[in-house]
């Protein structure tokens, strides 16, 4: 009896052990929120772990309001890396708040501290046997008086992708599937995809809340959703592992 409880302990051993983590950083677009029992407000990554099997962890280390600057110089960086392990993957997936440039604890120029601060997730990543994905920043609903859906990402998208190539890292363009997203729901339906209620019209808000950047538990959905159709389409072989952890 106790051989067969040895080896049970031992499977689920190694079972454990092979298992592998999703690590994602970034800002409020990616992030878990309080009260998710009532809070509309919803990161993507916040609903990322039903789409991979058992086999794969989900950390969401997302934290709201966050730059590639302040991420780092809050050793939230330094408390991720810590914990990497070979097998590992990170999403990476800033902009929304490097682009404050009126606040010096966030802002980075997208060609130099912002593309310097991505390339440091990327290596020391590699340094610790993980396996890094690059993302650029989601779209805002932002539409004329034509319909028509205005970037508003500046360089910052451009440069992820430029650090992408030049590094070898798996890079899935969020900005233009979002874009696509935003489009297909309309100027109006895509308020779905966002926190708009009136006053009164939600108890968590009850002042009423417009925001064409944060998302709802629709908005996150269908960006986790893009994100992983993107993996289990690439044809990149360092997405390979990660692809078959998908979810049929």
């Known amino acids: 009896m106790k051989y067969y409880l040895l080896i049970i302990l031992l499977i689920a051993f190694n079972v454990s052990a092979q298992k592998t983590t999703l690590y994602c950083i970034g800002d409020s677009t990616m992030a878990n929120k309080k009260d998710a029992d009532k809070n509309p407000e919803h990161g993507w990554c916040q609903v990322l772990q039903p789409f991979f099997n058992e086999s794969i962890t989900v950390e969401n280390k997302a934290v709201n ?4 600057k302040s991420f780092i110089d809050e050793k939230l960086w330094e408390s991720v890396y810590k914990s990497l392990k070979k097998g590992d993957y990170v999403f990476i997936q800033f902009g929304h708040n490097d682009e404050k440039i009126t606040d010096s604890t966030r802002y980075t120029n997208p060609h130099t501290a912002y593309r310097h601060n991505l ?6 990543s590699r340094e610790k046997g993980a396996i890094p994905i690059l993302f650029s920043s989601i779209a805002r609903r932002k539409f004329n008086e034509q319909g ?10 451009l440069e992820a992708r430029l650090v992408a190539q030049e590094l070898n890292v798996p890079f899935i363009d969020l900005e233009h599937y979002t874009e696509l997203l935003e489009q297909a729901y309309g100027p109006e339906k895509s308020e779905k995809l966002h926190l708009h209620f009136k006053a009164g019209e939600n108890a968590y808000y009850p002042e009423g809340k417009d925001d064409d950047t944060h998302l709802s538990l629709l908005g996150a959905t269908e960006i986790a959703k893009i994100a992983v159709e993107q993996i289990k389409t690439s044809d990149n072989v360092l997405l390979k592992g990660l692809r078959k952890r998908v979810r049929s």
Do not use: A, N
């Not at 390339?119 to 020391?124: C, G, K, L, Q, Y």
């Not at 028509?148 to 998208?157: E, K, M, N």
């Open 119 to 124: 390339i440091r997730f990327v290596t020391e």
């Open 65 to 68: 309001g966050r730059s590639t």
């Open 148 to 157: 028509v859906l205005i970037s508003s990402h500046g360089d910052y998208p």
